[in-house]
Structure formats: C-alpha cells, structure tokens
C-alpha cells in the first residue's frame, strides 16, 4: 500500500463533525456505544486545559475534513510532580488503515508533548485490539508492563 501524505494539525471547530462520527466508530468498535454529544466533545476539546486533539487530514484531498484524530488525556503524576499525555483515541477511517496515518498522529501527539514540555506520552491498546498492539511493537515503541486491573467505581 501507497504512504498518504497527511498533515496533523490541532482540531478546529469545523473538524468536530467528522471526528464525532470516528468516535461512535471507534465505540463501536470496541463493543460500546458512545453518548458523547458534539457539544460535549467541543466543550472537551477546546474549552478545558486537559485534553488535546490531533486530525490527520490528506494533503491531496479537496476536502479538508479529517481522515484520522488522536485524543490526548494529560496525566499528572503525584510522584514526580511531571506531566504526561496519554493518547486515549487513536482512530483512522477504515478505507485508510495501514497507510502511515497512524503512525503520523502518534508523530503529532509526541512532537505536541515535547514542545510543551510534557515529561512523557503513553499510548494503550484495548485488550482486544491485537492489530493495534502488533503496529505499536512494528513501530519500536517500547511496551510498559500491565498495571493490574482496574475496577469501575459506581457514581450513583
């Protein structure tokens, strides 16, 4: 398969539209159902201090809408006082995968934490997603040890 060349770039209102029906997508995906609303996901992705947002778009495409985005969480660590990003999201649109777009976000997001002198940049794969983890370990990124488990805290 062809290489697309893509520019990453922070998200702009206009990109919200198409990254809200990745993200359903990416729910899916995973065997959930996504209730984030676009008012939601603006508030999310450009009012608050703790998340970014990276689009892939493709340079030779007449539209500008994005192919791909990556969402990055940042993390404090209570122990070192550092601050990391986690990459959250990482979706590419189907028709699209295993071109380097992927790969690219993951270039924005640690290109993004550096420059905003973040102490690190973590990216997970879903338990289930084994294409995922096998392109991580293709692309040399180091793979960090499991945590444990993690339980689900009831709110209500």
Do not use: C, W
């Not at 290489?3 to 809200?20: D, F, G, M, Y």
């Not at 993200?23 to 450009?46: E, N, S, Y």
């Not at 997970?124 to 993690?150: F, I, K, V």
């Amino acid at each position: 398969m062809s290489r697309k060349h893509v520019t990453i770039q922070l998200a702009a209102p206009k990109h919200l539209p198409e990254v809200h029906r990745m993200l359903i997508a990416l729910a899916a995906f995973h065997g959930d159902q996504a209730t984030i609303t676009p008012q939601a996901l603006r508030r999310l992705a450009f009012q608050g201090p703790g998340a970014r947002l990276l689009v892939a778009t493709l340079d030779d495409s007449p539209q500008e809408h994005p192919v791909g985005y990556a969402l990055l969480v940042l993390r404090a660590n209570m122990v070192t006082g550092g601050q990391s990003y986690v990459i959250d999201h990482l979706y590419v649109q189907e028709p699209l995968r295993r071109q380097g777009i992927g790969r690219a976000l993951i270039k924005g997001a640690r290109i993004l934490a550096r420059d905003e002198g973040r102490a690190g940049l973590v990216i997970g794969a879903h338990p289930s997603n084994d294409t995922a983890a096998q392109a991580y370990r293709a692309m040399g990124l180091a793979e960090l040890p499991a945590s444990g488990p993690r339980f689900a805290v009831e709110l209500a």
